[in-house]
T-cell receptor
Framework: DAKTTQPPSMDCAEGRAANLPCNHSTISGNEYVYWYRQIHSQGPQYIIHGLKNNETNEMASLIITEDRKSSTLILPHATLRDTAVYYC????????????FGTGTSLTVIP | DTAVSQTPKYLVTQMGNDKSIKCEQN?????MYWYKQDSKKFLKIMFS???????INETVPNRFSPKSPDKAHLNLHINSLELGDSAVYFCASSLTVGANEQFFGPGTRLTVL
């Protein structure tokens, strides 16, 4: 599975959009981009995933560039409860391949 | 209702002891996992079971022995505990092998003295 690069930490003001970038320049055609987050002392939580089209659900939006070498997770109105470590993972979809969590981005939402 | 539960939440023990961590999921999922998160916060897959059968063993020492009595349970037994086993252990489940969403338990913090 392709590797990802994320900034180690970011801050965001409460109520503003949080934009978390992820580079995955070696992604292959059948690999999906997944986002999970881990709130302090809890287990990771699935957020969203996509292949090449932009995706949106009740938690976030995922914007994938046309060349698929990078993506951005958008939390439209960040709240204090969104403070967490966010993991960007690429994996071949719907296979037995596992999720390999990197170091992620530690997002702090500031009041 | 808790989807994926683990017991105990905290476990403190001496080197050389044998201990078990239990995991149960009430989601009706076929696949369950054990992950280890070390002090540097790296989260790594250890094992994966599908319908009680082992499908992934990520070069974990054989002191670690998972047991799946049924689809809803995946317990982790650790023999001869070492200092380096201190970590948070997370159980997870997914509908099928390779499903997009894995559901994680709250974790068990193991401290080996």
């Amino acid at each position: 599975d392709a590797k990802t690069t994320q900034p180690p930490s970011m801050d965001c003001a409460e109520g503003r959009a949080a934009n978390l970038p992820c580079n995955h320049s070696t992604i292959s055609g059948n690999e999906y981009v997944y986002w999970y987050r881990q709130i302090h002392s809890q287990g990771p939580q699935y957020i969203i995933h996509g292949l090449k089209n932009n995706e949106t659900n009740e938690m976030a939006s995922l914007i994938i560039t046309e060349d698929r070498k990078s993506s951005t997770l958008i939390l439209p109105h960040a709240t204090l409860r969104d403070t967490a470590v966010y993991y960007c993972i690429v994996r071949v979809g719907n296979t037995g391949n596992q999720f390999y969590f990197g170091t992620g981005t530690s997002l702090t939402v500031i009041p | 209702d808790t989807a994926v539960s683990q017991t105990p939440k905290y476990l403190v023990t001496q080197m050389g002891n044998d201990k078990s961590i239990k995991c149960e999921q009430n989601l009706g999922h076929d696949t369950m996992y054990w992950y280890k998160q070390d002090s540097k916060k790296f989260l790594k897959i250890m094992f994966s079971y599908n319908n009680k059968e082992l499908i992934i063993n990520e070069t974990v020492p054989n002191r670690f022995s998972p047991k799946s009595p049924d689809k809803a349970h995946l317990n982790l037994h650790i023999n001869s505990l070492e200092l380096g086993d201190s970590a948070v252990y997370f159980c997870a489940s997914s509908l099928t092998v390779g499903a997009n969403e894995q559901f994680f338990g709250p974790g068990t913090r193991l401290t080996v003295l």
